[in-house]
């Protein structure tokens, strides 16, 4: 079956332009999570969704990072107002809420340059 | 909050030989996973193996086994007869075991291989 998919795999943006990012889980996972992925280091949490509700944004950096999932499959990340600090690999993951509920499968990432 | 350390930046081993891959954790909970995730350029996270906290038995996949000692919080990967794919950043992980927690990563280990 197919994976967890992301758009656009690249993405250049400006400063200051507002950029946004998609992500398509595998079907039927309830569970979807964004990671932020800095050069050189570990993902970070930014924020998790179980169906349609986001249910934790405590990793989103600031108000310019907005996160969607209005029919609790598809997901979008929106970031606004793009600042170079924005530069970075941003994952998406999703899991099955029962089962293999431990296991996150990852896309293959956007990654987003911001000049 | 839960850390996750990787001490070493970069490691290299021999084809066919045996390398170990270190990963120190902190938490105050105790039922939990720990994973070990490779990432080849591609960026795609790939999970390689994953301990539950409350089994004793190190887990094993092939030619990738752990050593996890629960007390001291450390969790190393093992990797026998490496093979020139295993060449990628692997990264340390660790979740609670509720289905909606996020994964927090260590700062990655880059694996070489030399032929």
């Known amino acids: 079956g197919a994976g967890v998919s992301q758009s656009p795999r690249y993405k250049v943006a400006k400063r200051g332009q507002d950029v946004a990012l998609r992500c398509d889980p595998i079907?039927?996972?309830?569970?979807l999570f964004w990671y932020q992925q800095a050069l050189g280091q570990g993902p970070e949490f930014l924020t998790y969704?179980?169906?349609?509700?986001?249910?934790?944004k405590s990793g989103l950096p600031s108000d310019r990072f907005f996160a969607e999932r209005p029919e609790g499959s598809v997901s979008t990340l929106k970031i606004q107002r793009t600042q170079q600090e924005d530069s970075a690999v941003y994952l998406c993951?999703?899991?099955?809420?029962?089962?293999?509920?431990?296991?996150?499968?990852f896309g293959p990432g956007t990654r987003l340059t911001v000049t | 909050a839960q850390t996750v350390t990787q001490s070493q930046p970069e490691m290299s081993v021999q084809e066919a030989e045996t390398v170990t891959l270190s990963c120190t954790y902190d938490?105050?909970?105790?039922?939990?996973?720990l994973f070990w995730y490779k990432q080849p350029p591609s960026r795609q996270m790939i999970l390689v193996i994953r301990q539950e906290a409350y089994k004793q038995q190190n887990a094993t996949e092939n030619r990738f086994s752990v050593n996890f000692q629960k007390a001291a919080k450390s969790f190393s990967l093992k990797i026998s007869d490496s093979q020139l794919g295993d060449a990628a950043m692997y990264f340390c992980?660790?979740?609670?075991?509720?289905?909606?927690?996020?994964?927090?990563f260590g700062g990655g280990t880059r694996l070489m291989v030399k032929p």
């Open positions: 938490t105050s909970e105790s039922d939990y996973y």
């Open positions: 992980a660790y979740k609670i075991s509720n289905a909606g927690n996020m994964l927090t």
């Open positions: 969704f179980q169906n349609e509700a986001q249910l934790d």
């Open positions: 079907s039927g996972h309830v569970s």
């Open positions: 993951a999703s899991s099955p809420y029962s089962g293999r509920a431990y296991e996150q499968y």
